[in-house]
């Protein structure tokens, strides 16, 4: 049985989409699921993905956004579809798993809206997801819901702003005044 079989049966209706790109299988669940997924994927004895090598957080920002094509002068306009101003959510959560006995790995993806920024935390599964989480919350703003101490990691405190998202100004926010501030 491929591996993409095997992960359709063990996850049944958790799965919102699955694909597989040169031998790499990406599985895409629903934020609700995301635990009960996990779990499902780890203690499957066809599948055991016992092992959590990484979790990234992803901004979509504009990548997904569809434009609008202006028509030509003597190109009659047509109508737009009803879903051609629609955006997949802005955030991704991507939790890259790897069997230690068959050597697989597998790509989980958890969309999230920029409305609702809070993911389950896998940290009861894999505590190797801590430190992790807290950087997609300190770089996102994306929170983990049951973390054991989500804080910043890399940015102080008083930072207000997550510097990957993708409105981030490249040059900063004043930043250097801050810092000497605080010094």
């Known amino acids: 049985m491929s591996q993409q079989t095997l992960v359709s049966a063990c996850l049944g209706d958790m799965v919102v989409s699955i694909s597989e790109f040169v031998g790499d299988l990406t599985v895409e669940?629903?934020?609700?699921?995301?635990?009960?997924?996990?779990?499902?994927?780890?203690?499957?004895?066809?599948?055991?993905?016992?092992?959590?090598?990484?979790?990234?957080g992803i901004d979509n920002l504009g990548l997904h956004a569809k434009k609008a094509k202006a028509p030509k002068k003597d190109e009659p306009q047509q109508e737009a579809a009803p879903d051609a101003g629609a955006t997949l959510p802005r955030f991704e959560v991507v939790y890259l798993l790897l069997s230690l006995s068959s050597?697989?790995?597998?790509?989980?993806?958890?969309?999230?809206?920029?409305?609702?920024?809070?993911?389950?935390?896998?940290?009861?599964?894999?505590?190797?997801?801590?430190?992790?989480?807290?950087?997609?919350?300190?770089?996102?703003?994306?929170?983990f819901k049951g973390h054991p101490d989500l804080r910043r990691l890399l940015m102080w405190d008083e930072f207000k702003d997550h510097p990957l998202r993708k409105d981030y100004p490249l040059e900063g926010k004043n930043e250097e005044r801050i810092l000497n501030y605080l010094d």
């Open 29 to 56: 669940v629903s934020k609700n699921k995301i635990i009960h997924a996990l779990e499902k994927l780890k203690s499957d004895p066809s599948l055991q993905f016992d092992f959590l090598s990484d979790v990234v």
């Open 103 to 143: 050597n697989k790995r597998l790509r989980v993806r958890v969309a999230v809206p920029e409305d609702d920024c809070v993911v389950e935390s896998v940290t009861g599964l894999w505590r190797a997801a801590n430190w992790p989480e807290r950087e997609i919350y300190d770089m996102f703003g994306i929170r």
